[in-house]
């Protein structure tokens, strides 16, 4: 864990900030697990996003398991909704409903959808999967809140291929404009869409620059190293004339050799030997 002072950092007021990197790692086994027994996809993209996720539930974001509509707390939307498996294993692993409720995963008649959704689901702030629309949201959100004078953040985490769309860049016009110093971006940048390299699909570079242009302070940093993360994000929250997109820059697949850097694994699900292969490439990656 990092050393890093900021008042915007450490978990709910009722429990100490959580080992990050542990976390990970159980977000990281949950999921493959959960994709592979339900017959979902995207294992790549959530793995692509763990340790940003884990280190939001386990360090930054003020939320209470106890209390999931507390006023005060701060406000997640994964807009890349389809790596939703990601942050269902993040909120039963901080307390926010039974582990064991993780099993049921797209399976049908369940609340955990494919697909993130706050439906029956405590401290899900909004059902995604329609790429370009969380940012909107989010934007929305710390836009309301700074017109009530309420203290807490709005984190949005995005997928590189999704800011392909418009809507985003709308969004992130408007949070320049009204200066929405308590929203944070977090793009999830592995370099893959859905079906081959950003760089193949619309290329975004110089992407920190555009993010620059529009008004916004940006902060680069590996999306897999804990400490890098959380001084971004620590620097986000001092941050007080304009809105911060963190751009993580990450590997799709990351902890299993055969999963990062492919496209493969944006749809594939992990059964039968892949299975086992990945799994146990997770338990060597993992062992201190």
Same mark, same amino acid.
């Given at each position: 864990m990092?050393? +890093?002072?900021?008042?915007r950092i450490g978990a709910a007021p009722t429990e100490p900030a959580t080992d990050t990197v542990a976390l990970a790692a159980?977000?990281?086994?949950h999921a493959l697990h959960m994709t592979s027994s339900g017959g979902s996809s995207h294992i790549g993209s959530i793995l692509s996003m763990t340790d940003i996720v884990a280190v939001l539930y386990?360090? +930054?974001l003020r939320v209470d398991p106890a209390d999931p509509a507390w006023p005060d707390r701060d406000r997640f939307i994964l807009s890349k909704g389809h790596a939703g498996a990601g942050v269902y294993a993040a909120l039963a692993e901080r307390g926010f409903f039974p582990i064991e409720t993780l099993s049921q995963h797209y399976r049908d008649g369940s609340n $955990?959808?494919?697909?993130?959704?706050?439906k029956g689901i405590?401290? *899900?702030?909004?059902?995604?999967?329609? $790429?370009g629309h969380g940012l909107s949201v989010g934007a929305g959100m710390a836009y309301g809140a700074k017109l009530d004078g309420r203290a807490h953040r709005v984190v949005v985490l995005l997928s590189d291929g999704e800011c392909d769309e418009g809507s985003n860049w709308e969004a992130i016009l408007f949070a320049a404009?009204?200066? $929405?110093?308590? $929203?944070?971006? +977090? +793009?999830d940048y592995n370099k893959i869409q859905s079906l081959k390299p950003v760089a193949e699909t619309l290329g975004l570079e110089p992407f920190a620059?555009?993010?620059r242009a529009f008004g916004?302070? *940006?902060v680069e940093a590996d999306g897999h190293d804990h400490e890098q993360l959380l001084a971004a994000f620590a620097e986000a929250a001092q941050t007080s004339d304009r809105p911060t997109c963190v751009i993580a820059h990450t590997v799709k697949g990351k902890g299993v050799p055969f999963m990062e850097h492919s496209v493969l694994w944006h749809y594939r699900t992990a059964r039968g030997d892949e299975f086992d292969a990945a799994l146990a490439a997770l338990d060597q990656r993992d062992v201190p």
């Open positions: 990092s050393a +890093v002072d900021s008042s159980r977000i990281r086994r386990g360090a +930054v $955990l959808s494919g697909h993130v959704s706050h405590p401290g *899900v702030e909004l059902s995604t999967g329609s $790429l404009h009204h200066r $929405l110093s308590n $929203l944070c971006a +977090v +793009v620059d555009k993010w916004w302070a *940006v």
